[in-house]
Nanobody, 119 residues
């Protein structure tokens, strides 16, 4: 599975962005996907996870109620809708597929997309 994340950008606090993670590979629809982020000088942290069918989602406490993860398996794409963004949400966002530990370890990783939230 190869992953391509996009949709990042510069937004003011309180604004919204939608990230996309497009995948190639015929097995994508059968694997779970996660989003992570890494702020400058900080460790990468878990943001959200979705199972293969989209029936189960998980979120970091810091984004619950503001972010929504979803997927369209017909388009081989997973989305991260981010609302009410805060400066603390700034970082490089990565998507990943096929977890061995849904909050930490995934087999495949995409390149990141930068999200910057200004105050």
């Amino acid at each position: 599975v190869q992953l391509q994340a996009c949709g990042g950008g510069l937004v003011q606090a309180g604004g919204s962005l939608r990230l996309s993670c497009a995948a190639s590979g015929r097995t994508f629809s059968s694997v779970a996907v996660g989003w992570f982020r890494q702020a400058p000088g900080k460790e990468r942290e878990f943001v959200a996870h979705i199972n293969w069918s989209g029936s189960t989602t998980r979120y970091a406490d810091s984004v619950k109620g503001r972010f929504t993860i979803s997927r369209d398996n017909a388009k081989n794409t997973v989305y991260l809708q981010m609302n009410r963004l805060k400066p603390a949400d700034t970082g490089v966002y990565y998507c990943a597929a096929e977890p061995t530990d849904w909050a930490r370890a995934y087999k495949y990783w995409g390149q990141g997309t930068q999200v910057t939230v200004s105050s």
